[in-house]
T-cell receptor, first 116, second 113 residues
Framework: NAGVMQNPRHLVRRRGQEARLRCSPM?????VYWYRQLPEEGLKFMVY????????ESGMPKERFSAEFPKEGPSILRIQQVVRGDSAAYFC??????????????FGEGSRLTVL | AQSVTQPDIHITVSEGASLELRCNYS??????LFWYVQSPGQGLQLLLK??????LVQGIKGFEAEFKRSQSSFNLRKPSVHWSDAAEYFC???????????FGRGTSLIVHP
Protein backbone atom coordinates (compact mmCIF):
# COMPACT_ATOMS: atom_id res chain seq x y z
CA ASN A 1 0.00 0.00 0.00
CA ALA A 2 1.74 3.11 -1.23
CA GLY A 3 2.06 5.99 1.16
CA VAL A 4 1.11 9.59 0.59
CA MET A 5 2.72 10.69 -2.65
CA GLN A 6 3.75 14.27 -3.23
CA ASN A 7 5.25 15.81 -6.32
CA PRO A 8 7.34 17.51 -7.23
CA ARG A 9 9.75 16.92 -4.37
CA HIS A 10 11.61 20.08 -5.26
CA LEU A 11 10.33 23.07 -7.19
CA VAL A 12 12.12 26.27 -8.10
CA ARG A 13 10.15 29.30 -9.23
CA ARG A 14 10.96 32.93 -9.91
CA ARG A 15 8.99 35.66 -8.22
CA GLY A 16 5.63 36.16 -9.87
CA GLN A 17 5.35 32.63 -11.27
CA GLU A 18 2.85 30.01 -10.20
CA ALA A 19 3.59 26.92 -8.14
CA ARG A 20 1.43 23.80 -8.21
CA LEU A 21 1.99 21.09 -5.66
CA ARG A 22 0.27 17.74 -5.97
CA CYS A 23 -0.67 15.18 -3.38
CA SER A 24 -2.13 11.71 -3.79
CA PRO A 25 -3.40 10.41 -0.44
CA MET A 26 -3.00 6.86 0.73
CA UNK A 27 -5.43 4.42 -0.83
CA UNK A 28 -8.75 4.57 0.94
CA UNK A 29 -8.05 7.93 2.60
CA UNK A 30 -10.56 10.63 1.82
CA UNK A 31 -9.24 13.36 4.13
CA VAL A 32 -6.33 15.51 3.01
CA TYR A 33 -4.40 18.17 4.89
CA TRP A 34 -1.76 20.64 3.80
CA TYR A 35 0.85 22.01 6.19
CA ARG A 36 3.69 24.46 5.65
CA GLN A 37 7.04 24.20 7.41
CA LEU A 38 9.43 27.11 7.51
CA PRO A 39 13.05 26.80 8.70
CA GLU A 40 13.31 26.74 12.48
CA GLU A 41 9.52 26.67 12.76
CA GLY A 42 7.05 23.92 13.30
CA LEU A 43 4.27 22.76 11.08
CA LYS A 44 1.59 25.29 10.35
CA PHE A 45 -1.83 24.07 9.27
CA MET A 46 -3.07 25.51 6.00
CA VAL A 47 -6.12 23.67 4.74
CA TYR A 48 -8.19 20.53 5.28
CA UNK A 49 -10.15 18.98 2.44
CA UNK A 50 -12.38 16.04 1.72
CA UNK A 51 -13.27 14.93 -1.77
CA UNK A 52 -14.59 17.96 -3.69
CA UNK A 53 -14.94 20.01 -0.50
CA UNK A 54 -12.81 22.43 1.45
CA UNK A 55 -13.64 21.79 5.09
CA UNK A 56 -11.32 24.24 6.81
CA GLU A 57 -9.00 26.76 5.17
CA SER A 58 -8.41 28.91 8.22
CA GLY A 59 -4.63 28.57 7.97
CA MET A 60 -4.31 29.47 4.33
CA PRO A 61 -3.52 33.03 3.22
CA LYS A 62 -6.57 34.64 1.65
CA GLU A 63 -4.70 35.81 -1.41
CA ARG A 64 -2.67 33.86 -3.94
CA PHE A 65 -3.21 30.47 -2.28
CA SER A 66 -5.86 27.95 -3.23
CA ALA A 67 -6.43 24.24 -2.77
CA GLU A 68 -8.64 21.61 -4.28
CA PHE A 69 -9.27 17.90 -3.98
CA PRO A 70 -11.30 16.84 -7.01
CA LYS A 71 -13.40 13.74 -7.29
CA GLU A 72 -10.77 12.21 -9.51
CA GLY A 73 -7.08 12.88 -9.19
CA PRO A 74 -4.75 14.32 -6.61
CA SER A 75 -5.17 17.24 -4.30
CA ILE A 76 -3.55 20.41 -5.61
CA LEU A 77 -2.11 23.31 -3.63
CA ARG A 78 -1.71 26.28 -5.91
CA ILE A 79 0.30 29.38 -5.17
CA GLN A 80 -0.04 32.23 -7.63
CA GLN A 81 2.49 35.04 -8.08
CA VAL A 82 4.96 33.50 -5.68
CA VAL A 83 7.14 35.67 -3.47
CA ARG A 84 10.35 34.81 -1.66
CA GLY A 85 8.44 34.36 1.60
CA ASP A 86 6.61 31.41 0.06
CA SER A 87 9.84 29.41 0.09
CA ALA A 88 9.15 26.52 2.43
CA ALA A 89 8.46 22.82 2.65
CA TYR A 90 4.84 21.97 2.00
CA PHE A 91 3.59 18.74 3.48
CA CYS A 92 0.49 16.85 2.57
CA UNK A 93 -1.07 14.36 4.96
CA UNK A 94 -4.06 12.08 4.70
CA UNK A 95 -6.30 10.20 7.05
CA UNK A 96 -8.95 7.51 6.71
CA UNK A 97 -12.49 8.39 7.68
CA UNK A 98 -12.50 6.20 10.78
CA UNK A 99 -9.52 8.06 12.24
CA UNK A 100 -9.91 11.51 10.79
CA UNK A 101 -11.61 12.85 13.92
CA UNK A 102 -8.65 11.93 16.11
CA UNK A 103 -5.97 13.92 14.35
CA UNK A 104 -3.86 10.93 13.34
CA UNK A 105 -2.20 11.77 10.05
CA UNK A 106 -0.07 10.01 7.48
CA PHE A 107 2.44 12.34 5.88
CA GLY A 108 4.06 12.57 2.49
CA GLU A 109 7.72 13.46 2.08
CA GLY A 110 6.97 17.04 1.24
CA SER A 111 7.48 19.43 -1.63
CA ARG A 112 10.23 21.97 -1.16
CA LEU A 113 9.54 25.23 -2.91
CA THR A 114 12.33 27.71 -3.54
CA VAL A 115 11.46 31.13 -4.90
CA LEU A 116 14.30 33.00 -6.52
CA ALA B 1 -8.67 25.29 21.10
CA GLN B 2 -5.81 22.99 21.88
CA SER B 3 -2.13 23.98 22.01
CA VAL B 4 1.20 22.23 22.37
CA THR B 5 4.48 23.36 23.89
CA GLN B 6 7.80 21.69 23.33
CA PRO B 7 10.08 23.68 25.62
CA ASP B 8 13.36 22.35 24.26
CA ILE B 9 14.38 23.49 20.79
CA HIS B 10 17.57 21.40 20.78
CA ILE B 11 18.62 18.40 22.84
CA THR B 12 22.09 16.85 22.68
CA VAL B 13 22.79 13.39 24.04
CA SER B 14 25.57 10.86 23.73
CA GLU B 15 24.93 7.63 21.92
CA GLY B 16 23.76 5.02 24.41
CA ALA B 17 22.43 7.57 26.86
CA SER B 18 18.79 7.81 27.83
CA LEU B 19 16.50 10.41 26.32
CA GLU B 20 13.45 12.34 27.39
CA LEU B 21 11.75 14.93 25.18
CA ARG B 22 9.17 17.13 26.83
CA CYS B 23 5.72 17.95 25.58
CA ASN B 24 3.00 19.90 27.36
CA TYR B 25 -0.45 20.41 25.98
CA SER B 26 -3.43 22.56 26.71
CA UNK B 27 -6.89 21.15 26.18
CA UNK B 28 -9.98 21.01 28.34
CA UNK B 29 -10.86 17.36 27.88
CA UNK B 30 -8.90 14.17 27.27
CA UNK B 31 -6.76 14.80 24.23
CA UNK B 32 -5.47 12.54 21.54
CA LEU B 33 -1.68 12.76 21.66
CA PHE B 34 0.97 11.93 19.09
CA TRP B 35 4.71 11.94 18.60
CA TYR B 36 6.13 12.16 15.11
CA VAL B 37 9.72 11.99 13.92
CA GLN B 38 11.14 13.79 10.90
CA SER B 39 14.52 12.84 9.46
CA PRO B 40 16.31 15.49 7.37
CA GLY B 41 14.61 16.03 4.04
CA GLN B 42 11.83 13.59 4.86
CA GLY B 43 8.22 13.68 5.89
CA LEU B 44 6.86 12.97 9.35
CA GLN B 45 6.51 9.43 10.60
CA LEU B 46 4.23 8.49 13.47
CA LEU B 47 6.18 7.12 16.43
CA LEU B 48 3.31 6.50 18.82
CA LYS B 49 -0.12 7.72 19.83
CA UNK B 50 -2.36 7.91 22.87
CA UNK B 51 -6.12 7.80 22.62
CA UNK B 52 -7.22 6.25 25.92
CA UNK B 53 -6.45 3.43 28.34
CA UNK B 54 -2.95 2.62 29.54
CA UNK B 55 -1.10 5.89 30.03
CA LEU B 56 2.25 4.37 29.03
CA VAL B 57 2.31 3.75 25.31
CA GLN B 58 4.90 1.91 23.31
CA GLY B 59 5.91 3.00 19.86
CA ILE B 60 8.23 2.07 17.08
CA LYS B 61 12.03 2.20 17.23
CA GLY B 62 12.07 1.54 20.98
CA PHE B 63 10.31 4.77 21.97
CA GLU B 64 7.67 5.13 24.64
CA ALA B 65 5.65 8.01 26.03
CA GLU B 66 3.66 8.54 29.18
CA PHE B 67 0.45 10.55 29.42
CA LYS B 68 0.22 12.42 32.72
CA ARG B 69 -3.08 14.20 33.00
CA SER B 70 -2.14 16.02 36.21
CA GLN B 71 0.85 17.59 34.50
CA SER B 72 -0.73 17.96 31.04
CA SER B 73 2.32 16.23 29.66
CA PHE B 74 3.16 13.54 27.15
CA ASN B 75 6.94 13.13 27.32
CA LEU B 76 8.78 10.89 24.92
CA ARG B 77 11.47 8.55 26.25
CA LYS B 78 14.03 6.09 25.02
CA PRO B 79 16.38 4.17 27.32
CA SER B 80 19.35 4.07 24.95
CA VAL B 81 19.73 6.42 22.01
CA HIS B 82 21.26 5.37 18.70
CA TRP B 83 23.00 7.71 16.27
CA SER B 84 20.19 7.06 13.78
CA ASP B 85 17.73 8.67 16.20
CA ALA B 86 19.11 12.11 15.34
CA ALA B 87 16.10 13.90 13.87
CA GLU B 88 13.37 16.44 14.57
CA TYR B 89 10.63 15.29 16.93
CA PHE B 90 7.16 16.76 16.95
CA CYS B 91 4.48 16.40 19.57
CA UNK B 92 0.89 16.90 18.40
CA UNK B 93 -2.50 17.06 20.05
CA UNK B 94 -5.88 16.28 18.59
CA UNK B 95 -9.28 16.80 20.13
CA UNK B 96 -12.34 14.60 19.89
CA UNK B 97 -14.42 15.85 17.04
CA UNK B 98 -11.69 18.12 15.75
CA UNK B 99 -10.13 16.97 12.54
CA UNK B 100 -7.10 19.23 12.70
CA UNK B 101 -4.26 18.36 15.07
CA UNK B 102 -2.00 21.05 16.47
CA PHE B 103 1.75 20.55 16.32
CA GLY B 104 4.47 21.78 18.61
CA ARG B 105 7.51 23.63 17.28
CA GLY B 106 9.59 20.50 17.37
CA THR B 107 12.73 19.42 19.22
CA SER B 108 15.90 18.78 17.32
CA LEU B 109 17.80 15.79 18.69
CA ILE B 110 21.56 15.71 18.21
CA VAL B 111 23.38 12.49 19.03
CA HIS B 112 27.10 12.55 19.81
CA PRO B 113 29.16 9.41 19.20
Amino acid sequence: NAGVMQNPRHLVRRRGQEARLRCSPMKGHSHVYWYRQLPEEGLKFMVYLQKENIIDESGMPKERFSAEFPKEGPSILRIQQVVRGDSAAYFCASSPSDRANTGELFFGEGSRLTVL
Amino acid sequence: AQSVTQPDIHITVSEGASLELRCNYSYGATPYLFWYVQSPGQGLQLLLKYFSGDTLVQGIKGFEAEFKRSQSSFNLRKPSVHWSDAAEYFCAVGAKGSYIPTFGRGTSLIVHP
